[in-house]
């Protein structure tokens, strides 16, 4: 096994983090015994194929599925002994679908975002209004204010369900495969949002389906396959040949992206193309 | 819009208000036509002194005794299945999840024939159907429940458990003896007629439980009809405001079916109305309620008085007015 051992975490700081997880929906167990923990102000993107408990571990770190065993902890405490509303005060988190309510506009559907802030006597204060502001201008939906959210379009959407997590204002966002049904140009966009946000201080955590945008936009990188951590680390230390293979079935070469210098992992073609003369 | 008084702050919305005052307008409008005509007519003034206490003994004795109980259950009740209507369809995330369509109404109506063919009082007739509705709801929701009660599957298992009540309810008639039958079938059509003081002060009280308990549960409900996972993202108990909703939404169409029989289309129509008439995104509770109040009183003045002598059953005209209106309404959106 060439796989890199998890690098470094039991030093790193990390307000976030699970410990002996068994996860499963019903009966169905997906993953046994996971330990990981997200390192602070990190940009961490979880990877693996298809049904290796990315998006169930992510659910898992946002309460959304509660452990069969072990815990996850934030900030020290088990994250279920918070009061729910703390939690969304300081953790968010960017479903994999949402259901648009019908005919509401851009504006609107940002300020639910403060919902966690409010309480019945405090519906909108000062505090709430900068807020919605902020997450509009830096989501660039301002323009789009009042537009019903219906009549955008996919990129335009994702990027106000964005815009809904930040106005939230919360030091940790989970977004849930936010990529999965944009085309390629509004995959960047938002990718090069997120790590915008990554830079002013946020700590991200993505899944992705993508392993060379994975590649150029984490900080940290979980790899998964069959419920299991195979490898966790920067980007450039942990993406080999040998782990691609092992993890994807897929035999490839590694060459340096010409744009970022992270690792582009490029299939190895079962038939070579002749260019046209 | 917002106001703010130091650290307090409401948010309104400035078209609900104005749809609120109007609706509340209409309602009295509704209701003084309903106590002013009829085969007595008694004047505005006189109106206002019988409910004073002090206005001419015919009119005393025609408005407080005959038609003021029969106008104030109608805004009650309507308002309870306005407001019913628009908890369903705001938990299933879709106007079919109406309790008239998803088996409450109905289990209701079954509770409420077999206290009739029992031979009971008025008083038993509103105990069945209230227990009806109960153990209908607690049927459907636990045969829906799948840690967690999806939509969908509300909506599916309640249409299945509405044809099967439907079918239990026409075998209790055809086995009843002719005048339970009579009476039996008069109830259920869905009637004000002859409604005292007696049917409106139960659901007065529901009303006045159940409405704050919505109040308080209508703002996390809007966020979770974006989906569990995005409410639960923003702090909201995701299962004990579905339980609080329920268990409201449930007590209110049972009441409000005990007081005047499973008057139909209301819990439907009232809600997808008061959201276009608000433009508000997501259901809106109060609009629902008033709307449903202004619906039912509206239709049970017209059915009334458009063929007067002869009386309609009220159910007739609440779908006659409710589904012109949502149709017109409909066919104004673009899509």
Redesign the interface.
Known sequence: MAAAPAKGSPLMASRLSGTSLTLAYDQRVVATDLNVSIPDESFTVIIGPNACGKSTLLRALARMLKPKTGAVHLDGSVITSLPSKEVARRLGLLPQSSIVPDGITVADLVARGRYPHQRLMRQWSKADEKAVAEAMRATDVTELGDRIVDELSGGQRQRVWLAMALAQETPILLLDEPTTFLDISHQIEVLDLCADLHETGRTMVAVLHDLNQACRYATHLIVMRGGAIVAEGEPGDVVTPELVRQVFELRCEIIQDPQTGTPLIVPEARRRVTAPA | M?I?VG?????LAPRALITGAALLVLACAVSVAALATGEYTVPVPDIVAAVLGQGPPVAELIVGKLRAPRVVTGLLVGAAFGLSGAIFQSLT?NPLGSPDFIGFTAGASTGGIIAVVAGGSAMTIAGGALAGCVVTAVLVYALAYR?GVQGYRLVLVGIGANALLLAVNSYLLTRANINDAATAGAWLTGSLSGRGWDHALPVALALAVLLPMCA?VS?PM??I???D??A??????VEAVRAVAIAAGVLLSGVATAAAGPVIFVALAAPQLA?RLT????VTMGASALTGAVLLTAADLAAQRLLAPTQLPVGVLTAAIGGTYLVLLLRKERH
């Open positions: 917002t703010r650290s307090w702050s409401v948010r995330r840690g308080y703002r809007r966020m009809e974006m989906g996972d995005a639960k993202a923003m702090g909201i108990k959201r433009r508000s995104p997501g």
